[in-house]
């Protein structure tokens, strides 16, 4: 008898252990059971528009169950008034500051890849649509998201000359609580896709100012900062064809003979300038992930172009 006894109080744990959370929101919920439903995400990630719920969980959430953490707001702009849907958790992506929730919501055949934005104490801050499978056009849509996170949406076609035509877009969440794009790249408009120097006008007359070149998509221009010591700077580079580019202004900052360094405050790229003779040498120290590819980094060199002689009058 007692070990008949003993038999049934171990398989009695074993189903309390293996016990079901109830996700329909039916019932409250503990954060520690919803959270905990996110697994940490690998990174790098990608997916596309074809395989979109590559990831996700069999596991099902109710809307009921989301809203007990997060506000309908955070719905809105994704699905309108439309609540008739169901979601399943991909993964979670864990910050210093701020963690990353990434979700495959289900609206009949549409399926979208959608992220929410919370603080360390699970506070909601931002959402945004990732990628879809309901759009009508001839692209092939794809995300790709790194170690930052820098989230990079592509599409891409063959053109009228099979010629591949793509757009990129980067997307970071920043210290004001938004999505912003720091990478928007194009081959399919020439004027789009045309570099334009935001520091060209700005003076140039100290020791290192002036532009260092590869040809005119692959480029640095120093200007005159606030004294001999401090310059601003402007970096694009375009790689493998356009497969791979980046851009970034900014301030430098001397810190010793023909040396100098990028590093803002808040952000974690850090990037080393090194002037030697008529080139500048550029290094990526830090994570710059959020003004470049995922496979491509600032690492280059690049020859100063001659200033033009100035024009002078003959003396009669």
């Known amino acids: 008898m007692k070990n008949w006894l003993a038999v049934f109080l171990i398989v009695l744990v074993f189903a309390c252990k293996e016990k079901k959370i109830d996700l329909t929101g039916d019932i409250p919920l503990k954060e520690k059971d919803f959270f905990g439903v996110f697994k940490p995400l690998r990174l790098p990630y990608s997916v596309s528009d074809t395989n979109i719920d590559k990831s996700a969980d069999t596991i099902t959430i109710g809307v009921k169950a ?8 955070a719905f809105q702009a994704i699905t309108g008034n439309n609540r008739k849907f169901v979601l399943h958790p991909i993964g979670k992506i864990e910050k210093e500051k701020e963690q990353y929730l990434l979700v495959l919501l289900k609206q009949q055949k549409k399926k979208k890849l959608l992220v929410f934005v919370t603080d360390k104490k699970n506070r909601f801050l931002a959402a945004k649509e ?14 790709s998201i790194n170690k930052e996170p820098t989230f990079l949406l592509s599409k891409e076609k063959f053109g009228k000359d099979n010629n591949l035509l793509f757009s990129r877009a980067g997307w970071v969440y920043n210290d ?28 140039r007359k100290n020791k290192y100012s002036g532009d260092y ?5 692959n480029y640095v221009s120093i200007r005159d900062g606030k004294d001999v010591n401090n310059y601003r700077f402007f970096v694009h580079f375009e790689r493998n064809a356009g497969a791979c580019t980046g851009e970034l202004k900014g301030d430098l900052k001397m810190t010793g003979p023909g040396s100098g360094i990028f590093n803002e405050s808040g952000d974690p790229c850090i990037i080393d300038f090194k002037f030697e003779g008529n080139k500048i040498s550029l290094k990526e120290q830090g994570s710059c992930g959020n003004h470049r590819g995922i496979k491509c980094f600032f690492n280059d060199t690049f020859i100063k172009k001659k200033e033009p002689r ?4 003959k003396k009669k």
Do not use: R, W
């Open 130 to 143: 990732l990628l879809s499978n309901a759009k009508q056009d001839e692209y092939f849509h794809s995300l």
């Open 213 to 217: 070149i590869k040809d005119k998509k």
């Open 66 to 73: 989301f809203l007990q953490f997060f506000p309908d707001s």
């Open 176 to 203: 004001a609580g938004i999505f912003m794009v720091v990478i928007n790249d194009s081959n399919e408009d020439p004027i789009k896709s045309q570099v334009i120097n935001p520091l060209d006008t700005l003076p």
């Open 310 to 313: 100035q024009k002078t009058g």
